[in-house]
């Protein structure tokens, strides 16, 4: 069966390649995958021959191995969270260590870990001595990543029995362990990998036999005693306040680390480059949700129109729904940003310039590229990735205004922007109700 | 108060409503039957200015239906087949919202809400539970209450009925009764022919994507002398014959 259900997944993953442009792209990124492995060989060739300072082999490997655990963790919440896919609900005739079996593998079928594994071959078979040792640890890592990846899902997705908090408990033990007997990633190549593996995998198992039931059925008891109608259109709509709990914790964490990383290394996280500033922008509160405001608020626009039609009074309740999550933004990051870095100038100016785009631009993206939202994280994402993808690009424009002051230029450009994107969708909302209506009622 | 004109309407390469013709007049209760599927929701959909049509107009107080002012709207009171409650809210905080959607006073607003809630509602604590707790028949009396809380002139009704215990829809039968005077339009989509035969004023039938037959409930009902449900099947011709070919039954 499991050997049946690999096939199947292989022949799929072949059958998309009949389309000539997916297989350029499939050929483009193997290739490009194939030159990193490459030159991450070539590079070490320097380094072992002492010509890049003190940059041993080992430290070289444990960084990219640590780049690999961390972006493969990323994915999950990045741009949006993506929930943990239960391949087979309880309702198929598997046993319950199947279930999980086919899910955890399943996960490992993306292109992601394709073209990952593709670089780790490639990197391993231009490497000289160190080339076994470089691709056991490399999958080892990231089969690591991927099952601790789960774990958080579990958390995050899940009501749990009382004693699968004993994973927290296996989990701190391990790190210890890992820590006092100074593992590093690179000598996941041998036992100490498999080892992280297998206990991985068994703690998935034990949450998975220790989930009550997913969290998106939640529904509370009564009326929360919340004064505000707004806060109470979050609170109490858990496809809302999931997302949003999460993009907020993610954002505080990341500053907490930061803030320790300048007070024993001073140095910041992302060495304060460009992904750094993405997170401390409010992007994360649009991609999760506002980029797609009637998604989660459906019956407010139906309301709206079908009672007045007015496109005026409809941007005034999406401005007034995000107003609370922003302001709770607003309060997380600047003190945090300016303790941080202390550029006052600099940070509101960013700040409020990617606020400013990203509030009117998610009104333009809620009326004309809606999704339908059925879960609590949906394995789709719940805004669309074009206005993902502007809404990033815009906010990492911006950081140039860290390069130069001349920079400075393109704030007014993006207000013209913002102001054009309220404009649009206001004026041409008589097309994107048909939008709306299509996309949200299907 | 409704004028339909030619009106033919498609989703990709399937027709839905085809060179529909339709006129309802103020101070009727129109009502709209069909098969499952027939179009009714659409056709209500297109009232609503929701969908576009193809080719043909949909007028309601005399305008294009894209062209509805929000003053036009504010004379109009909708059950959708979507009922649009907003289920993060209790039934007392969504009607509330509503009315200042609708710009009625307070005083009014509160008094209209005891008094639909007092009707419909047995249980005054049904107010202040979150709608999500709501039972379907609940929600189908809430979306109602909604829509007629400030007193529309236009009121568009799609399958009212369903959902309802025999007592509420009685009660909502009686209401309409009341509701219904010669300023005032209701246009019902329905599939419960007891209920729809006593508030009728006019009946429609759609199927196969066309308006088959466009009349009053007397000469539906051939003058009484006809029960509303032998008289939509004498339209829509059920197959019965494919029936006896089912031999393993």
Redesign the interface.
């Known amino acids: 069966m499991m050997g049946y259900f690999l096939l199947i997944k292989i022949k799929s993953g072949f059958l998309d390649l009949k389309n000539p442009l997916k297989l350029f792209l499939f050929l483009m990124l193997a290739l490009t995958s194939v030159l990193y492995g490459w030159l991450l060989a070539l590079f070490s060739q320097q380094v072992l021959m002492g010509d890049v300072g003190e940059l041993t082999i080992n430290l070289l490997f444990n960084y990219i191995l640590l780049i690999i655990f961390i972006i493969t963790l990323l994915r999950m919440i990045f741009p949006t969270y993506k929930p943990q896919q239960a391949l087979f609900p309880l309702s198929y005739p598997l046993s319950r260590w199947h279930g999980y079996l086919f899910s955890v593998i399943n996960g490992f079928f993306t292109p992601y870990f394709f073209y990952l594994l593709l670089f780790l071959v490639s990197g391993s078979v231009f490497l000289g001595e160190y080339n076994i040792v470089f691709l056991a640890a490399g999958s080892l890592v990231l089969v690591s990543s991927q099952l601790f990846t789960r774990l958080i899902q579990y958390f995050i997705d899940f009501r749990l029995k009382k004693k699968a908090f004993l994973v927290l408990v296996i989990v701190a033990i391990l790190a210890t362990g890992l820590y006092l007997l100074s593992i590093t990633l690179v000598d996941f190549g041998s036992w100490p990998g498999i080892l992280v593996v297998a206990l991985l995998l068994v703690s998935g198992y034990f949450l998975e036999i220790n989930q009550l039931e997913p969290k998106k059925h939640e529904?509370?008891g009564?009326?929360k005693k919340n004064s505000g109608?707004y806060l109470?259109?979050i609170t109490?709509?858990p496809k809302v306040r999931g997302p949003l709990l999460v993009a907020m914790v993610g954002k505080v964490l990341f500053f907490g680390v930061d803030i320790f990383l300048m007070e024993t290394k001073e140095e910041h996280l992302m060495n304060g480059e460009l992904f750094y500033w993405i997170v401390a922008s409010p992007l994360i509160i649009y991609t999760y949700v506002f980029n797609n405001t009637w998604g989660f608020?459906?019956?407010?626009w139906?309301?709206?129109?079908?009672?007045?039609?007015?496109a005026k009074?409809l941007l005034w309740q999406h401005l007034r729904l995000m107003s609370l999550p922003l302001i709770a933004d607003i309060c997380i990051t600047l003190p945090l940003l300016y303790i941080s870095w202390g550029e006052a100038g600099f940070i509101l100016t960013f700040y409020f310039t990617s606020a400013f785009f990203l509030i009117a631009m998610s009104f333009f993206w809620s009326v004309f590229t809606p999704r339908q939202i059925n879960a609590t994280f949906q394995m789709k994402g719940s805004t669309s990735p074009v206005s993902v993808l502007i809404s990033m690009a815009g906010v990492l424009l911006l950081t140039t205004l860290r390069v130069n002051n001349w920079f400075y230029l393109i704030v007014p450009l993006y207000v013209i922007f913002g102001g054009m994107g309220i404009w649009v969708a206001l004026n041409y909302y008589?097309n994107g109700?048909?939008i709306l209506?299509r996309k949200l009622?299907k | 108060m409704i004028q339909i004109s030619n009106l033919t309407k498609n989703f990709g390469r399937n027709t839905v409503l085809e060179q529909i013709n339709l006129t309802v007049e103020k101070g009727q209760v129109y009502s709209l039957l069909g098969k499952n599927g027939a179009g009714k929701t659409t056709l209500i959909?297109l009232l609503?200015?929701?969908?576009?049509p193809d080719s043909g107009t949909v007028q309601v107080f005399g305008k294009e239906s894209?062209q509805?002012?929000?003053v036009d709207?504010?004379m109009?009171g909708?059950v959708?087949e979507?009922l649009?409650?907003?289920?993060?809210?209790?039934g007392y905080?969504y009607m509330i919202?509503?009315g200042k959607?609708?710009q009625i006073p307070t005083a009014t607003l509160k008094k209209r809400i005891a008094d639909l809630f007092q009707y419909f509602f047995e249980d005054g604590k049904d107010l202040?539970?979150?709608i999500?707790?709501y039972s379907t028949g609940m929600k189908k009396k809430l979306a109602f209450c909604a829509a007629i809380l400030h007193t529309p002139d236009l009121l568009i009704l799609d399958e009212p009925f369903s959902g309802l215990d025999p007592l509420v829809a009685s009660q909502m039968v009686l209401f309409l009764k009341k509701y219904h005077n010669l300023e005032r339009t209701i246009f019902i989509s329905s599939h419960d022919l007891s209920y729809v035969e006593k508030v009728s004023t006019h009946i429609g039938v759609l199927d196969q994507t066309r308006l088959v037959y466009n009349a009053t409930l007397q000469e539906f009902t051939n003058d009484g002398t006809r029960e509303l449900d032998a008289a939509l099947l004498k339209i829509l011709k059920p197959n019965e014959s494919e029936l006896e070919k089912i031999d393993w039954l």
Do not use: C
């Open positions: 529904h509370n009564g009326l109608v109470k259109l109490n709509n608020w459906k019956a407010i139906l309301n709206i129109e079908i009672r007045t039609g007015d009074q008589d109700k048909g209506m009622s | 959909n609503l200015d929701l969908l576009k894209s509805l002012k929000p709207k504010l109009m909708i959708g979507e649009a409650l907003i289920e993060e809210f209790s905080e919202f509503i959607i609708y202040r539970k979150r999500s707790k």
